[in-house]
């Protein structure tokens, strides 16, 4: 069965260095999400991609996130400039067409010290 | 933001009982989905609801999409020791990609 795969696992960083979360998503599909979950708490939306273009983002989504698809087969979240209370679980997902099912990966832990 | 109000958050079972869940909110929602996430883990899905009133199950787990489209309810019979973990609702509104989260039912079961 397809999955989702998201790379590294566990990311540990200074605050104000740059990170970038690496997600592999299911073959066929063709909409992309991320979300942040800070340990404990409920799973928030941070920003959904089709056709390489952000369709929706949240207000977490702010100017020091960004999200590309570079080679058709990764999708990648950067934070440009980390604080530490970017300190959470980031999950990848994805749907298929007609589909809103979504899919999600084992997650990042990023740590931000 | 839209919010949903998920319930209860936690429950101490026995083994073999059964479990109720569920979400509600002041807005309508298109789609529901129930997730389970064991620790360090990422969300898996559960049941996805796309109709009011529907009623779908998965094995012993059967959730319901509420004819008001604001609540959706979830059931878990006969529950078993790896039915621990935290299970979540999320919906989709109409005009949205994104989901909307619940906070959890996180389930303990006894020994």
């Known amino acids: 069965e397809p999955e989702v795969t998201q790379t590294p696992s566990h990311q540990v960083t200074q605050m104000g260095q740059e990170v970038i979360l690496r997600c592999v998503p299911i073959s066929n599909h063709l909409y992309f999400y991320w979300y942040r979950q800070i340990l404990g708490q409920k799973v928030e939306f941070l920003v959904s991609?089709?056709?390489?273009?952000?369709?929706?983002k949240s207000e977490i989504f702010d100017d020091q996130f960004s999200v590309e698809r570079p080679d058709g087969s990764n999708f990648t979240l950067k934070i440009r400039s980390t604080k530490l209370e970017d300190s959470a679980m980031y999950f990848c997902?994805?749907?298929?067409?007609?589909?809103?099912?979504?899919?999600f990966g084992p997650g990042t832990r990023l740590t931000v010290t | 933001g839209q919010q949903l109000n998920q319930s209860p958050q936690s429950m101490f079972i026995q083994e073999g009982e059964d479990v109720s869940m569920n979400c509600t909110s002041s807005?309508?929602?298109?789609?529901w989905l129930w997730y389970k996430q064991d620790p360090g883990e990422g969300p898996v899905l559960l049941i996805a609801l796309y109709k009011a009133g529907e009623l779908t199950s998965n094995g012993r787990l059967t959730a319901q999409f509420g004819i008001t489209r604001k609540d959706s309810f979830l059931n878990i019979s006969a529950s078993i020791p790896s039915d621990v973990g935290i299970y979540f609702c999320a919906g989709r509104m109409d005009s949205n990609y994104q989901l909307i989260w619940g906070a959890g039912t996180k389930l303990i079961i006894k020994p």
């Open positions: 807005s309508i929602f298109n789609t």
């Open positions: 997902a994805g749907t298929g067409m007609w589909s809103y099912e979504q899919y």
């Open positions: 991609f089709y056709n390489n273009e952000i369709s929706e």
